[in-house]
């Protein structure tokens, strides 16, 4: 070797200058019957993923629980097969199903292998049209369901999940209700009947497809579930309660023993279409949204009180909240509160450094191209701006904003939104 | 099917590359051949605590997240019994900033002493959140202590004790750094849009560099066979009643580990497994129940866990499991019951190919367990696994003079009865 130029070690290595971030856009189309059809067709393995939302969250539901036992309940018998059967059939096509109710809307999910997707299709059509709720296994499922509840209740991390929203949006609200042990013994069969008829119909459906796939699989969603015999139901529209924050800010739960105390912060904000939507879940990452946050920095990196702590928004259809939580020692709970008021009045009162702007602005558009690979993400990033009645514009608006927007902006965001004595705060943990 | 290439450093790193053009991504995964199995005894918890301090800053770089935030990355490390783990992810028009950020960190730590103070911290209060804060959480120290006497799986991977944690110090650090975290210690998986000749230049410029080191060669005692039934009871306060049964199995290479995993999705995975069927639903004795086994790289545990439902004695409860488990050791599983588990691990499998990081990480990690095509023939070995093969391998496992049992008693159960 003549000459060797040592090695720099020092200096990051020059990143190329990404090109323009290119979003696959999900394709609509429209089922005989009406509901709506979109797909994304993309990505190299044999998958497939077919979504069908329903109106069916729990605000639609005229009393607690109904939504998410209805919703669990698909699977334990139709009017043609018994749990273990349809247990049985998807196990045999290796699929996998998923059901989830959520606030506004409830999703039952297939995830099949593209050759068996014909086979699978059917007990999903079965599921979604016919379920039976037999009375012997909602009483298991209740059952188990409360021991479960009782487990949870031990976990500083649940107790304070659960009673936070209320806080927020009022214990009436279905944003904020605290389920109690005592409602599962209010569900009865006949709910969920009533509660399925009106709420799986094709109005309010709507279908997201996602995988490599080819064309005959959009008739054969419409075969399934584009025909003009399964009938489109009345709903009542339901009533609404009025968002009742709690008028103290502070509160305490006292969970004797704990060796850990759970933190919830946070307040009721605007929804993802308001203009401040974007501005705002940037501030958010500067804050608690990634690794390198302020509050991971100070709070785990620099003080060590917690394995972890982070901050979220979170978008409903008539609200959104913002929230911080964590789990610290219980000897060094009020200091870990004293730093995370710090951070907060910090965001509010000094300008954010140029330098923790650009890495928050370059991570989060790397993590923005993360959250688009593949088709099962391209599907959800779809889901989450559909859901809200928002268009792609909007994730255009987001790539626009973390280029443009200024530290100055930032704290006009954050003088606007986090005042310290507009936060509600709840401690879940022993007494001291 | 994950095609790739390999190739070996002249210091003994060794690298794999997979190639996947649909994403604008690429994964870099390291696998750094050190678990809690490595430990000594009297100071374990180590190789994870380990893994806290490799983000405390290199000799070069004083900030690795930072670093690769700064790049539009993100990352994350894993520690067990058997291996260390980091794994990160970057648009693959900055690889080259994975490459500057592994490389420094495996020439030298900063060796801070504020990292190692504060991180002690951090992992004291993980090891509350995740193991004593929690019900039912220390029944992951308390299994493994009563499954295992001679091997070093008898501790979990976060520590025996806090106090083990709370008294590390950086002579320690620096000792497990020089013995372990070496090239020739280590395999480098990279995947995503990335070609070969761009990951083998990087490594030239990146990783050559650095010295070979001495790793030691494993020698961990291996198990005496256990002869006699074992058993524990706790009691804490927790609401519910709950069992653990752990039998001694296979190693993760084993053809018994493919048996077992079948034989845990046929008796517990999903509405239509055998023991969800009876014990949860006909007979009601459980509210909960699974069957799973370690999936650990020496010989390990296949565990039946379940909450009881009330009413219902610990006694009872473990001789409707043990009924259970009888059936399948005098009569093979019905051929239909072997085909879903096996249609559902092979659906598992390609789901699980969809992500390039779970590409890489499992290319790295079957790289260690006998070679990185070994990834590829996970369903041929599953499918492999014949009725009359998992009976044999049943019998040989399900046995109560190997397995231990621990009672996990409600503390206000036991106080009203």
Not at chain 2, 71 to 85: L, P, S
Not at chain 2, 140 to 152: D, R
Not at chain 2, 347 to 370: D, R, T, V
Request: with cysteine; charged share 25%.
């Amino acid at each position: 070797m003549e000459t060797e130029v040592k090695l720099d070690r020092t200096t990051m290595p020059v990143f190329g200058k990404e090109a323009n971030i290119d979003i696959v856009h999900a394709q609509e189309g429209k089922l005989p019957n009406g509901i709506p059809l979109y797909s994304v067709n993309a990505g190299t393995q044999d998958v497939i993923k077919v979504e069908m939302i329903f109106n069916a969250g729990a605000t639609q539901q005229n009393k607690p629980l109904i939504a998410d036992t209805a919703n669990s309940m698909l699977e334990e018998g139709t009017t043609k097969h018994n749990s273990e059967e349809i247990a049985s059939m998807l196990d045999y096509y290796g699929a996998f199903l998923e059901v989830a109710a959520y606030h506004d809307y409830a999703a039952v999910t297939v995830y099949s292998l593209g050759k068996h997707v014909a086979k699978v299709l059917p007990i999903l059509e079965e599921l979604v049209k016919e379920p039976s709720f037999p009375q012997q296994e909602l009483d298991v499922y209740l059952t188990n369901k409360k021991q479960r509840f009782l487990v949870e209740d031990k976990k500083v991390r649940a107790v304070a999940a659960r009673n936070f929203p209320a806080l927020l949006f009022g214990d009436a609200h279905p944003y904020g209700h605290v389920t109690k042990i005592e409602e599962y013994d209010t569900v009865k069969q006949a709910d969920l009947q009533s509660f399925h008829k009106t709420n799986y119909s094709p109005n309010g459906c709507a279908i997201i497809v996602s995988g490599k796939f080819k064309e005959p699989l959009m008739n054969m969603i419409g075969d399934h579930f584009g025909g003009s015999t399964w009938k489109a139901q009345q709903t009542e529209a339901s009533k609404k309660v009025d968002i009742t924050p709690s008028a103290e800010k502070k509160h305490f739960m006292a969970k004797e023993k704990a060796l850990q105390c759970a933190i919830r912060m946070g307040k009721p904000l605007f929804l993802k279409s308001h203009p401040d939507a974007i501005p705002f879940q940037i501030l958010n990452i500067i804050l608690g949204g990634y690794f390198g946050s302020r509050l991971m920095s100070n709070i785990r990196e620099d003080k060590g009180y917690t394995y972890g702590i982070g901050s979220g928004v979170v978008f409903m259809k008539d609200a959104g909240y913002f929230q911080i939580s964590s789990e610290v020692g219980s000897d060094v709970c009020d200091k870990a509160l004293i730093e995370i008021y710090k951070e907060l009045d910090r965001l509010c009162t000094e300008p954010i450094p140029q330098a923790e702007l650009q890495l928050v602005k370059n991570y989060a558009r790397g993590n923005f191209l993360r959250s688009m690979d593949g088709p099962f993400s391209l599907a959800e990033r779809f889901k989450h701006i559909w859901l809200h009645g928002l268009d792609y514009s909007y994730y255009e608006k987001y790539v626009s904003t973390l280029a443009e927007i200024t530290s100055a902006q930032l704290m006009d965001v954050a003088k606007k939104y986090l005042q310290k004595d507009s936060i509600y705060e709840l401690v879940v943990g022993a007494k001291k | 099917m994950i095609q790739f290439e390999r190739f070996t450093l002249a210091n003994g790193l060794k690298v794999i590359v997979h190639r996947d053009t649909s994403t604008p991504m690429a994964c870099v995964n390291i696998l750094y051949n050190v678990g809690a199995r490595d430990e000594d005894p009297e100071k374990t918890g180590f190789a994870h605590l380990f893994e806290h301090l490799m983000f405390g800053g290199s000799i070069n770089i004083p900030d690795f997240d930072n670093a690769l935030q700064q790049a539009g990355g993100e990352n994350n490390a894993f520690t067990n019994n058997d291996i260390t783990n980091y794994y990160l992810s970057l648009p693959a028009t900055n690889l080259e900033v994975a490459f500057w950020l592994e490389s420094d960190r495996m020439l030298s730590l900063a060796f801070s002493d504020k990292s190692l103070e504060v991180q002690r911290s951090v992992v004291i209060e993980e090891y509350k959140q995740s193991y004593l804060n929690q019900p039912y959480g220390d029944v992951w120290i308390e299994l493994p202590k009563l499954a295992y006497k001679t091997h070093p799986y008898m501790w979990p991977t976060i520590g025996k004790e806090i106090d083990h944690i709370k008294h590390a110090v950086m002579p320690d650090v620096k000792g497990f750094f020089h013995k372990f975290y070496c090239p020739n210690n280590a395999i480098l998986a990279v995947s995503g849009n990335v070609t070969v000749e761009q990951v083998k230049a990087l490594c030239e410029k990146w990783f050559a560099p650095i010295p070979a080191g001495n790793p030691p060669l494993r020698k961990l005692p291996a198990e005496q066979k256990q002869t006699q039934s074992r058993k524990l009871v706790l009691e804490r306060d927790v609401p519910v009643d709950a069992i653990y049964k752990a039998y001694h199995m296979g190693a993760r290479m084993d053809q018994s580990f493919y048996a077992m995993e079948l034989l845990a999705d046929v008796l517990t995975d999903g509405n239509a497994s055998r023991m969800y069927v009876e014990l949860v639903k006909n007979k009601k004795m459980f509210s909960e129940i699974s069957a799973f086994t370690m999936e650990s790289f020496d010989p390990g545990l296949f565990i039946i866990s379940g909450k009881l439902s009330e009413g219902v004695t610990l006694e009872a409860a473990d001789e409707a499991i043990q009924e259970e488990l009888k059936k399948v050791v005098l009569a093979q599983v019905k051929k239909e019951e072997l085909e879903k588990a096996k249609n559902k691990t092979e659906s598992q499998l390609i789901f699980s190919e969809i992500s390039i990081l779970n590409k890489a990480m499992n290319l790295a990690i079957f790289e260690l367990l006998g070679g990185a095509e070994e990834a590829n023939k996970e369903t041929e070995k599953f499918n492999k696994v014949s009725e009359v093969d998992l009976l044999v391998e049943a019998s040989r496992v399900i046995n109560e003079n190997n397995c231990s049992t621990l009672y996990y008693r409600s503390k206000n159960k036991a106080n009203g009865n």
